[in-house]
């Protein structure tokens, strides 16, 4: 089983930036990529952005060059860092680790824009 924590959550005005965490526990050493995904309120769940384990990285259009996405090996953690960040950026942001070639999520942690 692998186990995944989000923290980072939280309400920001338009233009300021925060930062997501994602700590990965369990049966981890078969990890693929880790990354994160976000559903906004009556919408899909879509991509935001993923990091393989050998450093190839992947953005959704929409939060390219704003967003930062990195991982600490040393810590099994992927991060996220959002800058610039926008009221259509407010969603549930879920980190989720590709093991094995099986997806696992976390629980998720509200992200709030406001203009």
């Known amino acids: 089983q692998v186990q995944l924590v989000e923290s980072g959550g939280g309400l920001v005005q338009a233009g300021e930036s925060l930062r997501l965490s994602c700590a990965a526990s369990?049966?981890?050493?078969?990890?693929?990529?880790m990354g994160w995904h976000r559903q906004a309120p009556g919408k899909q769940r879509d991509l935001v952005a993923m990091r393989t384990t050998g450093g190839t990285t992947h953005y959704d259009a929409s939060v390219r060059g704003r967003f930062t996405i990195s991982r600490d090996g040393a810590k099994n953690t992927v991060n996220l860092q959002m800058n610039s960040l926008k009221p259509e950026d407010t969603a549930v942001y879920y980190c989720i680790a590709i093991v094995d070639g099986r997806p696992y999520w976390g629980q998720g942690t509200q992200v709030t824009v406001s203009s």
């Open positions: 369990g049966s981890i050493s078969g990890i693929n990529s």
